[in-house]
């Protein structure tokens, strides 16, 4: 079974909660120098590191490319050096030299080089593609990059930032997609119309991750295979196939007869009819994604704190997790994920109709207020709605659901048109400045303002909150950058307009031969080194 970050927690099968279950189809085998797994693997666009920004892209070159720094397989929760063995910061905060290891190679069986790492991270800017954001912060454009990021020597890289972090915060994006190395000589080699390589490495690599891409077919499968050079020893497991299976139904089926190793998205009944089943077990990784409601604050009863406080006594986080939402999502109250660094695991609010309805009275609300409450129309989404509608009725909250496509949700979320809203919100890399900077900060919150966090979505004016953050993001002692990330939480938690209910949670169905698979909570840290059968 999977090999597990400080949270996973492996799991037996679910008890059944009905009869005994069906008779089970004669089981077949995969190869057992192959993994075979099945998911949806249509969100890929491309499987170019500086391009790719989608979740399933990601984790294959999270396989196939190395990157500067790294979260490993062996361990998810701590920031290791990964291509570089070792690095130096100025005094200044602002130049960052990294010596690489010795001895790396390319797929090719070219040496990896400094020049190379520069070559990838200055590739990202100039190709100017979605994940160009992530390094475009440390001040680095078009214009300036050469200059700013170099290699010094054939093992010396050095990069110079123009903006005023904190070096983790810097680290923590060289471990992004964006810091994956790229050899240089084979992108130039398929350069068109000056590209970069792009074209040709949307489905092709130029790597010396643990993988090398076979093929990718689009809607059909993933194929890599293991890349005997790699600086941690060759994998385990000589070639991964990943199959596009969308239907959970036959992703079911195929992990009963054997015919996939691990099926990644079935849902909580199909988990549960697997129960009783000796050769399948399920393993419960928790995720970063984060379900919450935004109160927008141009909404005038959510102007009084005891009005946003009394909202959050008004869901039934505990009775939704365990019900509906059960194995696809855990209570969690705070703006950063349980299980990364600088987390405040702590849920202050629970299911309370009597203290919320005493609340909405002190503000002046004694019998409740009319909102709507704008809601994805597909679920699970649809039915939290439902159940917040149900559960702030109970104070006299009478909650009117608007069900719309997402596109159309967040149009309206971005323009600041609605008044309560739930939605799902994401890290881009693993650093709480990630999600700090859109949950609590908003340096202006007027109308035309350029940057439009989800504070400014919410119209949350909080000049003093937004310093804290610009002061979190700037420290450079971790342990008291740690204590003002969980500071900002709490404070989020307790004053701000968004009721946070829920982390996502991944149930994954393997066949029981299978060790050392590594889930971690992003698309970052999903590892097929390690895997045994």
Known sequence: MSNSWKLVFCASLIAAATATAPPRPAAAATPADTLVVAKAIDDIISLDPAEAYELSGIEMITNVYD??????????????????????????????????????TFHSGAPVTAEDAAFSLKRVVKLDKTPAFLIDQLGWTKDNVDAMVKAVDDSTLQVTINADFAPSLVLSLMSSVVGSIVEQKVALEHEVNGDLGNGWLKTNSAGSGAFVLKGWKANESVVMEAFPGYRDGAPTIRRVVVRHVPEPATQRLLIEKGDVDIAENLT???????????????TIAPQATLIYVGLNLKTPPFQKLKVRQAL??????????????????SVHE????????????????????????????????????????????????????????????????????????????????????????????????????TNADSFARNPDNSDNAKSKPLAWRNAWDIPEITKMSDAAVRERDPAEREEMYKDLQAKVMDEGPFIIMFQETKQLAERANVRNFVFGPTADVVFYRLVTK
């Open 67 to 104: 990157r500067i720094m790294r979260f490993e397989a062996d361990d998810v929760t701590k920031l290791v050096g990964g291509a570089a063995e070792s690095w130096t910061i100025s005094d200044d905060g602002k130049t960052f030299t990294f010596k690489l290891r010795k001895g790396l």
């Open 268 to 282: 909580p009944d199909q988990i549960a009819g697997l129960s009783g089943d000796k050769d399948v077990a399920v």
């Open 334 to 433: 705070t703006f950063w994920p349980s299980g990364f660094w600088a987390s405040l695991d702590k849920n202050e609010y629970a299911f309370d109709p009597a203290k919320a309805k005493a609340l909405l009275a002190e503000a002046g609300y004694p019998n409740g207020f009319d909102v709507t409450l704008d809601t994805p129309n597909s679920s699970p989404y649809l039915n939290i709605a439902q159940s917040i509608q149900a559960t702030m009725a109970q104070a006299g909250v009478k909650v009117t659901l608007v069900p719309e496509e997402q596109k159309t949700l967040l149009t309206k979320y971005r323009a600041r048109q609605h008044q309560m809203l739930l939605v799902y919100w994401g890290p881009d890399y693993m650093d709480p400045h």
């Open 312 to 329: 959050h006594d008004l869901v039934d986080y505990d009775g939704m997790a365990n019900s509906f939402l059960k194995g696809q999502f």
